[in-house]
């Protein structure tokens, strides 16, 4: 099993859409979260933390699921600029230097 | 402020050549550093991350090594690439602390030719 694991997509949703990923991880000791974005032969941009109580920031939330090892990214009111890969990042098994990202998931918002 | 900066941006290289790649960290002491690589329409592959001078963490066996012979600085080389190491490259620092983010360079593009 990989050490975290997303649903690659694409996604294709229409503007104003609201769309939703999860990102499952398999170290229950893990304690840092993040979702990053990569636009198209760019590097990772950090686009939130993740903390336990859950966050919001505009129109992205994201939410932590200890006891089922999951992170989920929900954006609301898609926008053209939100297309891109999304990409969870969780601090790996034998070490919590040790970052981990998902193989990303990749999200079309059409006109 | 932090920054990290990455070079060179792009790297044409024939079969068996050496590569060293650099990455420095200013504005921050002893950060934990990081080399990913990542593949033409793949995810990133962590290939080393260091906690400090001369420490160095392999995650994949392969042709390629780190070296961190100054506080901020890493270095990703090789002896001999092979047509498998081409992809993009990027360093990445991070502070250590819980819910503290990873922050990325602009990134290396290396083709292997």
């Known amino acids: 099993r990989k050490e975290v694991e997303q649903d690659p997509g694409p996604f294709n949703v229409p503007e104003g859409a609201t769309v939703a990923f999860n990102c499952t991880y398999s170290n229950s000791a893990s304690q840092s979260f993040f979702w990053y974005r990569q636009d198209c032969r760019k590097e990772p941009k950090l686009l939130m933390s993740?903390?336990?109580s859950g966050n919001e920031d505009g129109r992205f939330t994201a939410q932590l699921n200890r006891a089922s090892q999951y992170i989920s990214l929900l954006i609301r009111d898609s926008k053209l600029s939100d297309s891109a890969t999304y990409l969870c990042v969780v601090n790996g098994m034998d070490s919590s230097y040790k970052l981990i990202f998902g193989s990303g998931t990749r999200l079309l918002v059409r006109p | 402020s932090q920054t990290i900066h990455q070079w060179p941006a792009t790297l044409v290289q024939p079969v068996g050549s050496p590569l060293s790649l650099e990455c420095t960290v200013e504005g921050t002491s002893n950060p934990n550093l990081y080399w990913y690589r990542q593949a033409a329409g793949r995810g990133l592959q962590l290939l080393f991350y260091s906690v400090g001078i001369g420490q160095i963490s392999s995650e994949v066996p392969q042709n390629l090594s780190a070296s961190r012979p100054q506080d901020r600085q890493f270095i990703l080389s090789s002896k001999k690439l092979l047509l498998s190491d081409s992809g993009f490259y990027l360093c990445?620092?991070?502070?250590?602390?819980?819910?503290?983010?990873?922050?990325f360079g602009n990134g290396t593009r290396l083709t292997v030719t």
């Open positions: 990445a620092w991070f502070p250590g602390q819980q819910n503290s983010p990873l922050h």
């Open positions: 993740v903390y336990s």
